[in-house]
């Protein structure tokens, strides 16, 4: 009898890769569908951490690394930190890791286990409760509507918080709504917290340079609890390198020699050649950045405009990374040939099959009613995805 273990059993499957996956297979059928569930810039990496890569091959970057990523790129990221974040940190407070997917599952399962709670606040990124059940721990899952621009409240959180709380996961800018925490919101956050140190924070921050608000904000910079946030980050959405797969955490010493020790175990350091290609990213020219930036604002106050034409949805205009996440209430419970839409998840089935749109419901979000879509695309496929979403819902009775 094949049975897998009840660590694997207990975990879903990603929704984000399963509808890029169905996606893929009826283009692969001659089908013109738009692909506006990935989570990726639609971007090639920069010509000059190209280079540096090619010359990393050539240099013969062949071989192991430190567990924590070579010297040379975590004191290229406690520049980065220090330079664009006021934040000081020293090389063994950076650990490198296959992308920053890794990098907070490292944490998590370095510090929970068994009767540890985590504070996951909703909407969520799909696979945060999925590493806290790999983890063993409990998600405490704490909701925030369109109507708070969803983002969770200081009262809120204390509202969530137990003797059992072992950390909060923070992500800002937001995937899957694109919200961003201002500096007082994460103060009062902050606030909660500096009354119960034991707690962790978690700060996934892989948004960073995708914000339209201006200056990011990281709670980090809150001296109450400094020394017991944990920030993740990483290459790929700011440098259009996602599939280079280089992630890394900036945390207090202890974490940070927790993760070594884990990430020792089962992965060793991440690719060489992406590690060198990081460093480049991080010390070379920042013109691409913010290039990105404003091609991908444009298209946000595209994608809004075109959205808020549809009838009957309630649609926030996100202040980064590159998602809108409307909420379509109106629509649930509507039929399409007599087959129900009973949650967001049947709405991008709908979307997908109906209007070739594929995106990602809400329902894997933490979100039943709002679905997903990246403007991660050209303003051609966003105009054509809109307006055969519009149509398609439309055809709902």
Same mark, same amino acid.
């Given at each position: 009898m094949n049975q897998v273990s009840e660590r694997l059993a207990v975990l879903s499957p990603s929704e984000t890769l399963a509808m890029s996956q169905k996606s893929s297979e009826l283009k692969a059928q001659g089908i013109d569908v738009i692909n506006l569930s990935v989570g990726e810039p639609d971007f090639f990496t920069p010509e000059h951490i190209k280079l540096a890569a090619k010359q990393a091959v050539d240099n013969n970057y062949s071989f192991y690394s430190p567990v924590a990523g070579y010297l040379s790129l975590r004191k290229a990221i406690v520049s980065k930190l220090k330079k664009e974040n006021g934040l000081e940190y020293s090389p063994d407070q950076i650990v490198c890791s296959s992308g920053a997917k890794q990098s907070v599952c490292n944490v998590i399962l370095s510090i929970a286990g068994p009767g540890d709670e985590i504070i996951v606040p909703a909407p969520y990124w799909v696979s945060y409760v999925e590493m806290v059940k790999l983890a063993g721990a409990t998600n405490i899952i704490v909701r925030a509507d369109i109507k708070q621009d969803f983002k969770i409240t200081a009262s809120q959180l204390e509202a969530a918080i137990t003797d059992k709380t072992k950390a909060l996961i923070l992500c800002s800018p937001s995937n899957p709504t694109g919200s961003v925490y201002t500096k007082a919101e994460l103060g009062a956050l902050a606030g909660v917290l500096a009354k119960y140190p034991d707690i962790i924070i978690i700060s996934d921050e892989i948004y960073e340079h995708i914000?339209? %608000?201006?200056?990011?904000?990281?709670?980090?910079?809150?001296?109450?609890?400094?020394?017991?946030?944990?920030?993740?980050?990483?290459?790929?959405?700011?440098?259009?390198?996602?599939?280079?797969?280089?992630?890394?955490?900036?945390?207090?010493?202890?974490?940070? !020699? %927790?993760?070594?020790?884990?990430?020792?175990?089962?992965?060793?350091?991440?690719?060489?050649?992406?590690?060198?290609?990081?460093?480049? %990213?991080?010390?070379?020219?920042?013109?691409?950045? %913010?290039?990105?930036?404003?091609?991908? !604002?444009?298209?946000?106050?595209?994608?809004?405009?075109?959205?808020? !034409?549809?009838?009957?949805?309630?649609?926030?205009?996100?202040?980064?990374?590159?998602?809108?996440?409307?909420?379509?209430?109106?629509?649930?419970?509507?039929?399409?040939?007599?087959?129900?839409?009973?949650?967001?998840?049947?709405?991008?089935?709908?979307?997908? !099959?109906?209007?070739?749109v594929a995106s990602v419901g809400g329902l894997a979000f933490g979100a039943p009613s709002c679905v997903r879509f990246s403007y991660a695309a050209s303003d051609e496929n966003i105009i054509e995805a809109m307006s055969r979403v519009k149509k398609a819902l439309a055809a709902l009775k």
């Open positions: 914000n339209y %608000a201006g200056k990011h904000e990281s709670i980090a910079q809150f001296e109450s609890v400094r020394d017991r946030t944990v920030i993740v980050n990483g290459v790929s959405k700011a440098y259009a390198m996602t599939g280079w797969r280089l992630g890394w955490i900036a945390s207090p010493e202890w974490i940070a !020699e %927790a993760c070594v020790k884990l990430q020792g175990q089962y992965t060793s350091g991440p690719g060489s050649i992406s590690q060198k290609a990081a460093e480049a %990213a991080y010390t070379g020219r920042q013109d691409c950045v %913010a290039a990105m930036r404003s091609t991908f !604002e444009r298209r946000r106050d595209l994608i809004i405009d075109l959205a808020s !034409e549809i009838p009957d949805i309630n649609v926030s205009k996100p202040d980064g990374a590159f998602y809108i996440f409307p909420d379509f209430s109106s629509y649930i419970g509507k039929t399409f040939n007599g087959k129900p839409v009973l949650h967001s998840a049947d709405l991008a089935i709908y979307l997908l !099959e109906e209007a070739h």
